[in-house]
Structures are given as C-alpha cells and as structure tokens.
C-alpha cells in the first residue's frame, strides 16, 4: 500500500506543480524543466515499471504454470491444422506451454504485420499464422502459455536483402555448410530489427520471449579475418576477437530485455548445452554465465543425440537419463554461482536420430522421453521443453 500511495502522491504533486513552474519561469528551457520538477532520476524506475499503471495490456490473462511443461510449434503448424491437435495434448496431458515460432529459421515473420504496424514495411511477413489473435485468444481459453520463438542472428532473407548487414565472402553474401545465411551480431540495427519483432509479439499477448540463435555462426573463428563485416561500436574494443564476440552476444541480450522490461514478459534464450561446461563457447560468442545473468530463463539445447563422446558417455543418445543428468548437475553448479540465477528450462529429445548410424542411436519414445524428464527432476529441475521439428509428439508420456 505505501507503494501505490507513493505513487499517487507523485502524480498529484507533478500534476500541481507543472503550471506553477511554467506560471513562475515561462522561458525557462525544457530539459532543465523536466529534471528539476519531475526528478525521474530519482524515481526508483523498478517500483513504476512493476505498477499496473504504467504496464501494457494485452487484453489476454495468463497465468505461470506450476512449472512450464512446453512443445515445440512451427508457424504452420500453429496457422494449420495440426493446432488443434496439439491444443488437444494440451488438454489432455500435464503440458502446458507452446514456443511457437515468430520469426523462424529463415528469417521470416510467420504472420503478415497490419498495415499500421511499423513491422508491415519489411515486407517478411507469410501467412504462416492467419490471425494470431485468434490464435492467443484460444491459448488463453484453453490455459496454454504462449511463448513466441524469434530466430536472431541466423536471417537468410536480411542477409540477402541487406548485404551491409551481413558477412560478405567476397561479392557474396557468406553461407555455411547447410546453405544458411546470418547477419552481423556487432550491428545496433540488426538488434533493434529482432526486438522490435519482439515488441510486436509481446503486444499481441506473448508472455515470453525466446531468442534462439543468439550467437555467431558455428566455425565463425576460422572464417572471422577473411569475411567482410563490420564491427560499428566494438571496432575500438582491445578484446580479442572471442571476448570480442562473447561481449557483442551478451550486450544484445542485455540490450533487448531492457527493451521489454516495459511490456511485462519474460526474456528467455536458447543456448548450446556444451556451452555451460566452458568458460567461453569458441567462436560463436556464448559464455553461458553472462547469458544467464542477463535473462529470465536459460534454455540449454540437451538433446542426447547432439552430444559426442561427453561426461565419459561414449554413445549418447543410448543413455538419455544418464546425459540429462550428468548434463544437469554441471548447470546447477554454474547457475548456482549466479547471484540471481535464471530458470533452467532445457530442451530435450522427443525424436529419432538414425544419422547417427546403426548402434549409436536409439529410437526414441515414451521411455527415453520420460528418461529425461527424470534425468532433470532428479537433479531438482521441473521445467522443459520438447523439441521435435515436426511437431509430432509422442503419445502415452507421463510429463509429470
């Protein structure tokens, strides 16, 4: 109560003073008006950023879950008609959450902006999702939490539409391996590009955002002096060229939570799993620590079937509780040293990897699934995500 009070006696008195000051100095200059009689400077920003008074509203309620249970949605499958399936397993299991793509893989936004929006220009929008209104009015009457997936720095359609914004090999614009364009972490314009996607999302309702590819492309460090790029603010940086690339990672995540601070959701990031065993990820610009201390919720990528020889596992994706686990307890040790650690939400294996050849991969179903689940709860982490790439779920799983 004395903080709604302290509020409102900071209005009135705002509201009393400005024609007084105006009335007693009417030349006197803007600037110096707005410090001396408002004194923002002072106003403990936390207290009004966290006041329903100066919150957006959405129109939609959603509450926290007991602990998010989540799957994996591409823009089709939300905009087809494969949701109303996965709202059924909703329903009829203990998940309770959907990251759904809102700029995916390619670098498109899955919905076409209004004609109002500021985002309506960049002419990237498919009609992957036809109403996302419509969509997010269902999540809410079924008690589903939105999560809205923004893919960041891998953007083939940027890359080619803007060659200044991206690594040139040559006259080219630079791909990797699988025919995949990113653009320039170092660049403030190809932050705000991702974040004002962000904004839009967490207007329509979204109560988190997710940055997947936060980071440099893979092998980046063998690449990094023969590329053409820039490096804008960090080109006087006396860093070498990894620290370099870690502070450029951390500042946009940083730089984009603050962004939203105002609009009420939580900041989460995808993160390679390796990445919490290493000081620093080499190359591609994660520390998993300075990450984790700039979001809500840190969401390593602990897919069984990702890993190679690790925590003395010579064949992975055969022992699902044991890697979870073994994975796990390294995170609770490096998030444990955070002052004010995020949520552990990781990613896990809801698909079959026959890649990696006869005897190395499992064919993956309720038992190896729910192997994970135990692998994180057993090590006191209660929240996950599922990832299958074409939103095929596996029947029967006990999520709990």
Known sequence: MKHVKWITALLAIVCI????????????????????????????????????????????TFQYPDAIRGIYVTGHSAGGARFENLVELMNTTDLNAMVI??????????????EDSELASLDIGKRYIK????????????????????????DSVLAEKRHDLTFMDGDKVWKNGRGESFVNPFMKEVWDHNVNIAIEAAKMG???????????????????DALKYVFEDYEESELDPVQRRVEAITDFVEYAREKLHPY??????????YAATLAEAPGIGQNFSR??????????????????SYFGIQKPDL??????????????????????????????????????GAGNYLKYGKAEVEAQIKGLKDNGIDEYLLWNAGNRYTPGVTYK
């Not at 009004?48 to 957006?56: E, G, H, I, T």
């Not at 009420?264 to 799993?273: A, N, T």
């Open 17 to 60: 003073t400005i024609p007084m000051t105006v009335w007693a100095d009417e030349n006197q200059k803007v600037e110096n008006f707005t410090e001396r009689t408002y004194g923002f400077e002072e106003i403990d920003k936390e207290l009004v950023s966290n006041s329903p008074m100066f919150k957006f509203d959405s129109g939609l």
């Open 101 to 114: 793509d809102i700029k995916d893989d390619y670098g498109n936004i899955t919905y076409v902006p209004d």
């Open 131 to 154: 109403d996302p209104n419509k969509m997010l009015k269902e999540l809410e009457e079924n008690e589903i939490y939105p999560i809205g997936r923004i893919v960041v720095f891998k």
């Open 206 to 224: 979204f109560q988190e955002i997710q940055f997947d590819y936060v980071r440099f492309p893979e092998g980046f460090e063998k690449r990094h």
């Open 264 to 273: 009420g959701v939580k900041v989460s990031v995808d993160i390679f799993g």
């Open 291 to 308: 990450i984790s201390e700039n979001v809500d919720v840190i969401s390593s990528m602990i897919y069984p079937s990702h890993w190679t």
């Open 319 to 356: 022992e699902p509780y044991r890697l979870v686990s073994e994975y796990a307890k390294v995170e609770n040790e490096v998030l444990g040293a955070l002052e004010n650690p995020p949520i552990s939400r990781p990613w896990i294996q809801d698909f079959s990897a026959p890649w990696l």
